[in-house]
């Protein structure tokens, strides 16, 4: 299995909603990733797994907050969003931080 | 900290003509180079990638330069299709002290007419 699998593919919620994207690999990949991508514009980093451990929020509001159950999930947790945080959420995973960047296919998050 | 600047912002070439797009990077750390492709609608995915200890390398239909000296990397594509048009992100990694994290470029949108 070589791919990033990222659950739903499209997300709509008001704003005081609580919901959590998921993200799930099987290439035994030690590090994986939270993007944050608008419509053209690069994929914005936002938080670093290592080893199943928190290794880098760039300063990321703590609307979001990342989860790794295990070396094969990543999940992200969302509450009270804003309008202005609906974008395509992007998981991906690399054998070790900073190598080749493995993209799930995203989830389209809609804020109303 | 590193930052990564693309060149241009958008591309538009006839099929079967070279496209070429060049980043610069300000970190001379930095050593590792990729380069992703994001198709409209999908995810980006890596197309080539180069080390600083490599000056060039290639893959069928597509090729990296990198001049170290001067802090620039290149992706060329030949003999261009349709199917080439996309978003093309470059990205350069941070060392391992700033996280080894990839910085990306700002994208540039290549168009391949028929």
């Known amino acids: 299995d070589t791919e990033v699998t990222q659950t739903p593919k499209h997300l709509v919620m008001g704003m005081t909603n609580k919901k959590s994207l998921k993200c799930e690999q099987h290439m035994g990949h030690r590090a994986m990733y939270w993007y944050k991508q608008k419509a053209k514009k690069p994929p914005e980093l936002m938080f670093v797994?290592?080893?199943?451990?928190?290794?880098i929020n760039e300063s990321v509001p703590s609307r979001f907050s990342p989860e790794c159950p295990n070396s094969s999930l990543l999940n992200l947790h969302l509450h009270a969003l804003q309008p202005e945080d609906s974008a395509l959420y992007l998981c991906?995973?690399?054998?070790?931080?900073?190598?080749?960047?493995?993209f799930g296919s995203g989830t389209q998050l809609s804020v109303l | 900290g590193e930052n990564v600047e693309q060149h241009p912002s958008t591309l538009s070439v006839q099929e079967g003509d070279s496209a070429v797009i060049k980043c610069t990077y300000s970190?001379?750390?930095?050593?590792?180079f990729p380069w992703y492709k994001q198709e409209l609608g999908k995810r980006p995915q890596l197309i080539i990638d180069?080390?600083?200890?490599?000056g060039e390398k290639k893959d069928q239909r597509i090729a990296v330069t990198l001049n170290k000296t001067a802090k620039h990397f290149s992706l060329h594509i030949t003999e261009t299709q349709p199917e080439d048009s996309a978003v093309y992100f470059c990205a350069a990694r941070t060392t391992y002290n700033q996280g080894g994290k990839l910085i990306f470029g700002q994208g540039t949108e290549l168009s391949v007419k028929p």
């Open positions: 797994y290592s080893y199943e451990k928190l290794s």
């Open positions: 970190d001379s750390a930095s050593n590792y």
């Open positions: 991906a995973s690399s054998p070790l931080v900073g190598e080749k960047l493995f």
């Open positions: 180069i080390r600083s200890n490599v």
